[in-house]
């Protein structure tokens, strides 16, 4: 999955807690993102990082908010979960050039 | 009505089976295309890209894009079990350096042996 990891795989948690995913890359790139996949959704963009601390929301930035303080780290939060944020999140790298690489992805269900 | 529209399928064939998978698309600013691979509960991985219109091919694979028409195309050659997964086309235009990449949903395929 191009040095590229996600914590935690899977989580279960309470509607209304903070949530926070991790994705961890080793290549180094420039731009991370954070989508989520639904069915018959296809991958949605959350919000993307083009720089340490330099993010901007995406397609579906509701209720998330990310960070990245360092090149190989970003974080994203949901501040308050619900049920409508049960999906597969999955955190994508790229460098200057056009094609993004996956990571392995975190199934997350809100009860 | 989504910008790209892809057939979820799903889509059977015997193994051997030439495949042909296919995405719609609204925007003409996009100019790149990709398709990418996903097998069950993993990350998409990047099959093939094309820059505007025209054929790449790589293996069994050939992508054609068709933009006078906003249809992409996907055609596996000798399809084998192991091509059984889903498939996203994804598609961005040149503005901006964060590449904002738009999927379709998705498509189904089973290769049967």
Redo the contacts between chains.
Sequence with gaps: DAGITQSPRHKVTETGTPVTLRCHQTENHRYMYWYRQDPGHGLRLIHYSYGVKDTDKGEVSDGYSVSRSKTEDFLLTLESATSSQTSVYFCAISTDRVEQYFGPGTRLTVT | QKE?E?D?GPLSVPEGAIVSLNCTYSNSAFQ?F?W?RQYS??????LM?TYSSGNKEDGRFTAQVDKSSKYISLFIRDSQPSDSATY?C?M?ALSG?????T????TQLTVLP
């Design positions: 790209v892809q979820p790149y990709m990418y509960r993993k990350g998409p991985e990047l890209y996203l994804a961005t350096s964060a590449r904002q990449l999927f379709g949903s998705g």
